[in-house]
């Protein structure tokens, strides 16, 4: 089993449309949680920390249930510039060796 | 947030050579990581790059074929040695930024390729 899951991709959604990405992990020790985003041939790039509580940072909310090692991300109201591949990273070892999902792919289309 | 430079930005080497990538952070940072990204596959981590002990590796990556500096605390280079055309794949640098929500700051990646 992968130490980070993510949804297979590519997801192909309307511009406007709401679209959530799903993630586990296998590790209960993690100890902190991360989406990146990447574009094509650039490097990843923090999209928002994850926290217990939840947080929501504009058209964008991230929420961790640390029981089922699940993490998730909602994307509302999805624009052309939202078309990327989105990482989930979860950090151990005291929050320095981040693991990375193999990520999912967005294209958001007219 | 943190500004890291790396470079090169990319290269075309011949097997059996060896290529350095440096990078040089803004700020003084404890740790800097190295990882490598395969072509269609997400970041793995080569190894944990200290100001003043030897680098941390990951399992599977040795030091022997990824040595590693980091003589100061804004700045590492790591190398990759008698390179094989299974090297060709992109290697970025990162560093933990307090400043962005205790994410992490990648350099723009080195793309190798190793013919």
């Known amino acids: 089993r992968k130490e980070v899951e993510q949804d297979p991709g590519p997801f192909n959604v309307p511009e406007g449309a709401t679209v959530a990405f799903n993630c586990t992990y296998s590790?209960?020790?993690?100890?902190?949680f991360f989406w990146y985003r990447q574009d094509c041939r650039k490097e990843p790039k923090l999209l928002m920390s994850v926290y217990s509580s939840g947080n929501e940072d504009g058209r964008f909310t991230a929420q961790l249930n640390r029981a089922s090692q699940y993490i998730s991300l909602l994307i509302r109201d999805s624009k052309l510039s939202d078309s990327a591949t989105y990482l989930c990273?979860?950090?151990?070892?005291?929050?320095?060796?981040?693991?990375f999902g193999t990520g999912t792919q967005l294209k958001v289309e007219l | 947030s943190a500004v890291i430079s790396q470079k090169p930005s990319r290269d075309i080497c011949q097997r059996g050579t060896s290529l350095t990538i440096q990078c040089q952070v803004d700020s003084q940072v404890t740790m800097m990581f190295w990882y490598r990204q395969q072509p269609g596959q997400s970041l793995t981590l080569i190894a944990t790059?200290?100001?003043?002990?030897?680098?941390?590796?990951e399992s599977g990556f040795v030091i022997d074929k990824f040595p590693i500096s980091r003589p100061n605390l804004t700045f590492s280079t790591l190398t990759v040695s008698n390179m094989s055309p299974e090297d060709s794949s992109i290697y970025l640098c990162?560093?933990?930024?307090?400043?962005?929500?205790?994410?992490?700051?990648f350099g723009s990646g080195t793309r190798l390729t190793v013919v």
């Open positions: 990273v979860v950090g151990t070892g005291g929050g320095n060796k981040l693991t």
């Open positions: 590790n209960s020790a993690s100890q902190s």
């Open positions: 990162s560093v933990e930024d307090l400043g962005s929500g205790y994410g992490y700051t």
């Open positions: 790059a200290n100001q003043g002990s030897e680098a941390t590796y």
